[in-house]
């Protein structure tokens, strides 16, 4: 998660922070939007098919040579 961009972050155990963090998100629909469409494209490019493949190929080969 990349704090404000994809996400919030809040401390371990900050019930607080947590309800705070909700309800910011549950308040501002075009932060949760943005957010959505950031982590969206975020995951698609680092966890998608073909980048995962290619960091296989390399770790295999890798071990190989």
């Known amino acids: 998660i990349k704090e404000e ?3 919030l972050l809040v401390p371990v155990k900050d019930v ?7 309800l910011r ?5 075009q932060l949760r ?3 959505g469409a950031a982590a969206r494209i975020r995951a698609y490019k680092k ?5 995962s493949a290619g ?3 390399k770790l295999y080969q ?4």
């Open 5 to 7: 961009e994809t996400g």
């Open 16 to 22: 607080e922070a947590m309800a705070n963090a909700m």
């Open 25 to 29: 998100l549950a308040h501002n629909v």
């Open 33 to 35: 939007s943005n957010m």
């Open 47 to 51: 966890f998608s098919i073909a980048e």
């Open 55 to 57: 960091k296989l190929t």
């Open 62 to 65: 890798s071990l190989v040579e």
